[in-house]
Antibody, heavy 119, light 112 residues
Framework: QVQLVQSGAEVKKPGASVKVSCKAS????????INWVRQATGQGLEWMGW????????GYAQKFQGRVTMTRNTSISTAYMELSSLRSEDTAVYYC????????????WGQGTMVTVSS | DIVMTQTPLSSPVTLGQPASISCRSS???????????LSWLQQRPGQPPRLLIY???NRFSGVPDRFSGSGAGTDFTLKISRVEAEDVGVYYC?????????FGQGTKVEIK
């Protein structure tokens, strides 16, 4: 079935970087944009950016410009989100989500990856 | 950025009774292509979000017909005709008409 499977939980120190993966299966990886959304504990959803897996083109929320990089490896149908210069406020669950053009919404979500930033 | 405002933020509901959530955007969500990219997501406790409704009123695959969406322009509504126990969670509206995509604050639906 169509699914996005993310990498496991991470614990990082302030100032470090984290790279979260999102492996797609059940569909043609290069045919759908991948977006990244994060959610701090007990808080709402915050959009971080998008990537076109076919072209590699990206677009980032202004808040994360300069700190986030979204990439992909089409040979293994996997998208990546790397966030650098981590601070405690980056502690959150990070989700990848597929965008379907016909639906115009995030139709498939990964299970989430907990990233904890703590000294 | 387009601001999405949901009301109420909390909705205690009796099982079998209806529930309604409002979402208002700070600008029209009508895209230049004529579509309105307003969707509703459900997030059950401990789960990732799940798409319920897209383009205002279209139910996504597998979504029960007790969920319905309506609205236009800047005002939108999600209705649950008869709330069931499995509907407990937080509901978010989201706009994808204008970059960057933005979400409402979320509405918590709980059983009285």
């Amino acid at each position: 079935q169509v699914q996005l499977v993310q990498s496991g939980a991470e614990v990082k120190k302030p100032g470090a970087s984290v790279k979260v993966s999102c492996k797609a299966s059940g569909y043609t990886f290069t045919s759908y944009d991948i977006n990244w959304v994060r959610q701090a504990t007990g808080q709402g959803l915050e959009w971080m950016g998008w990537m076109n897996p076919n072209s590699g083109n990206t677009g980032y929320a202004q808040k994360f410009q300069g700190r986030v990089t979204m990439t992909r490896n089409t040979s293994i149908s996997t998208a990546y989100m790397e966030l650098s210069s981590l601070r405690s406020e980056d502690t959150a669950v990070y989700y990848c989500a597929r965008v379907s053009v016909s639906v115009g919404a995030f139709d498939i979500w990964g299970q989430g990856t907990m990233v904890t930033v703590s000294s | 950025d387009i601001v999405m405002t949901q009301t109420p933020l909390s909705s205690p509901v009796t099982l079998g009774q209806p529930a309604s959530i409002s979402c208002r955007s700070s600008q029209s969500l009508v895209h230049s292509d004529g579509n309105t990219y307003l969707s509703w997501l459900q997030q059950r406790p401990g789960q990732p979000p799940r798409l319920l409704i897209y383009k205002i009123s279209n139910r996504f695959s597998g979504v029960p017909d007790r969920f319905s969406g309506s609205g236009a322009g800047t005002d939108f509504t999600l209705k649950i005709s008869r709330v069931e126990a499995e509907d407990v969670g937080v509901y978010y509206c989201m706009q994808a008409t204008q970059f960057p995509q933005t979400f409402g604050q979320g509405t918590k639906v709980e059983i009285k």
